[in-house]
Structure formats: C-alpha cells, structure tokens
T-cell receptor, first 114, second 111 residues
C-alpha cells in the first residue's frame, strides 16, 4: 500500500531535549516536505526536499533541521525544542513536487513541548 | 505576499443541505488552486484542483471554479452527507514547489 508514515504519532517532551520525528514514504517520490499546523493558521511549510541531499527552507524553518540521505526518508530534527514548537506536524511527499503532482500526507505527529 | 483567506468555521449543516465554503486568494499572476480535506485523525488528502482561470475542479460531488475576476475558488456540494464532516483547506501554488494554505474550515454535518 502506498503510504507516508510518521513516528511517533504523539510526543510530549521538555524544553531543550533534542528529538527527531521520522518520515518515510514507499512511493519512490522525489519531493518531500514538512509542515506544521496550528489553529487559525492552516499549514505552514518548514522545509522541503526536491531529492536526495537537496533541501531548502520553507516559510518557518527556524528551530528545525532536516536531512535527506535516502530517497524514502526525511527526518525532522528539533535540536532544542521550545514551547512555541508545540504543534501538529505533517510530512508529505509527491512524485516531483511540480504544479500538478498530488501531495500525499502522513497521519501527523502531535508534539507538545513543556 | 501570497495569501489565502477562508471563511471561518465551524460550518454546521444538516444532511442533504447545500454547501459553500468560501476561499479567496491574493497572488501575483494566476496560480494553481487546490482544495484539500482532512478527516478526523488523518492526514490531508487532495480533493480537487484547478490549474488555470475558469477551470472547474470536481471530485466526490464537490466542485470549485477558478474565478480570476473575483480571485476566488469557492467549494460547493449540492447535498452533503455526515461522512463529509472534516476540515477543508484551500491552497495556492507559489512558484513550482510551495503551497500557501488557508487556515482551514471545519465542516460539521448533522444527521
């Protein structure tokens, strides 16, 4: 089954404790992206990757890191989480990221930073 | 800069009612426009899209027409069902790779 998986689905952590949210897709997609979803703000893009070893900042990259060492995986790293990073995070992938390509979303990771 | 504005929710309707969710945008040129749906506990799914002015996107009984005169892309459905209860997001494409999203509109359908 074609899918985007994220782990963990729920995470409660404390300020400053480094964490990684994993994202994996099994569709051989070139393009992957991370979003955060906050009430009243919709989705905002954090980082995206157009292929292995090619990443770029989205609209809200501060406080986050990403890497794309393999085509299927695109982990999101919070080196020193802060309470304002409490949010619902979605990973997405598409064949090439171009205009007409549909993005497939993972189920989301709800992060709480205390 | 580019932006998308959606009507605030929640929108509460009875089953079989007519649905309209408003979406307007601000952008340079004529970007592609999308509607995504998020069912409870799930990720977003593409519902429909339109890539140029006057195009009509449709899927699962939902429709939206790209109106460049009014910079709008309103979502409509003639007869909603309880299973349509979800959050609906309007979005526009900036450049080739970035989507700009509206805040989302929660739809509640009562039997």
């Amino acid at each position: 089954e074609a899918q985007v998986t994220q782990n963990p689905r729920y995470l409660i952590t404390v300020t400053g404790k480094k964490l990684t949210v994993t994202c994996s897709q099994n569709m051989n997609h070139e393009y992957m992206s991370w979003y955060r979803q906050d009430p009243g703000l919709g989705l905002r893009q954090i980082y995206y990757s157009m292929n292995v070893e090619v990443t770029d900042k989205g609209d809200v990259p501060e406080g986050y890191k990403v890497s794309r060492k393999e085509k299927r995986n695109f982990p999101l790293i919070l080196e020193s989480p802060s309470p304002n990073q409490t949010s619902l995070y979605f990973c997405a992938s598409s064949l090439s990221g171009r205009v007409v390509d549909t993005q497939y979303f993972g189920p989301g990771t709800r992060l709480t930073v205390l | 800069g580019d932006s998308v504005t959606q009507m605030e929710g929640p929108v509460t309707l009875s089953e079989e009612a007519f649905l309209t969710i408003n979406c307007t945008y601000t952008a340079t040129g004529y970007p592609s426009l999308f509607w995504y749906v998020q069912y409870p506990g799930e990720g977003l799914q593409l519902l429909l899209k339109a890539t140029k002015a006057d195009d009509k996107g449709s899927n699962k009984g939902f429709e939206a027409t790209y109106r460049k005169e009014t910079t709008s892309f309103h979502l409509e459905k003639g007869s909603v069902q309880v299973s349509d209860s979800a959050v609906y997001f309007c979005a526009l494409l900036r450049g080739n790779y970035q989507l700009i999203w509206g805040a989302g509109t929660k739809l509640i359908i009562k039997p």
